[in-house]
């Protein structure tokens, strides 16, 4: 199992482009995360899926939007991109309301100049 | 809202010693609380968990302790080794879908 696995790693984009973070998971679970780690300030929610065909913002939405493609994909676009939003970005998962484990991704680490 | 604050964004200790990491939360709904260990350029890996009618769950070197009174939960690592440099997560989950994350402490272990 690859667990959860997330595209692209690295990103640079500039001010006003466009790009989707694509999220993928082989673990069956029904629920779906999206957070943006900044430093000292710890992972924030961006937008969740808590089962297929849903999704629900989170603590910092603005900016973004997201597609639960299927069960197994959940994915993340900027469609205007801001500095602001120059962040590490983590995809999780976990199989529903409980338990609450999460599983995490590896990264992207993006930069908006 | 629910808010989640570490009492020390670093902790030095020397390899061998007991780490304690603490967190200190706000919301008295909270009802299962978590630890996850990020090391360096990866994602967050879960470590341990402990239910709100719990004070004390153990697990491999590590032991979380709870308490609802005061609100605050630690992370203790025992026999601290030079892999258990990381950043340590509290987050706490009030029984939705959502759970919410401390900022991070930094675990350096000293040879």
């Known amino acids: 199992n690859a667990g959860v696995t997330q595209t692209p790693k690295f990103q640079v984009l500039k001010t006003g482009q466009s790009m989707t973070l694509q999220c993928a998971q082989d673990?069956?679970?029904?629920?779906m995360y999206w957070y943006r780690q900044d430093p000292g300030m710890g992972l924030r929610l961006i937008y969740y899926?808590?089962?297929?065909?849903?999704?629900d913002k989170g603590e910092v939405p603005n900016g973004y939007n997201v597609s639960r493609l299927n069960k197994r994909e959940f994915s993340l676009r900027l469609e205007s991109a801001a500095p602001s939003q120059t962040s590490v970005y983590f995809c999780?998962?976990?199989?529903?309301?409980?338990?609450?484990?999460?599983?995490f991704g590896p990264g992207t680490r993006l930069t908006v100049t | 809202g629910e808010s989640v604050g570490l009492h020390l964004p670093t902790l030095s200790v020397q390899e061998g010693d007991n780490s304690i990491i603490n967190c200190a939360y706000s919301?008295?709904?909270?009802?299962?609380f978590i630890w996850y260990k990020q090391e360096s350029g990866k994602g967050p890996q879960f470590i341990i968990d402990?239910?709100?009618?719990?004070d004390k769950r153990q697990g491999q070197r590590v032991t979380v302790l709870l308490n609802k009174t005061v609100k605050h939960l630690s992370l203790q690592i025992a026999a601290t080794q030079p892999g258990d440099s990381a950043v340590y997560f509290c987050?706490?989950?009030?029984?939705?879908?959502?759970?919410?994350f401390g900022a991070g402490t930094r675990l350096f272990v000293k040879a």
């Open positions: 919301n008295s709904a909270s009802d299962y």
């Open positions: 673990m069956n679970h029904n629920s």
């Open positions: 999780a998962s976990r199989p529903g309301a409980t338990p609450y484990e999460q599983y």
């Open positions: 402990i239910r709100s009618n719990m």
């Open positions: 987050g706490l989950n009030t029984g939705g879908f959502k759970t919410i």
């Open positions: 899926s808590a089962s297929e065909g849903t999704t």
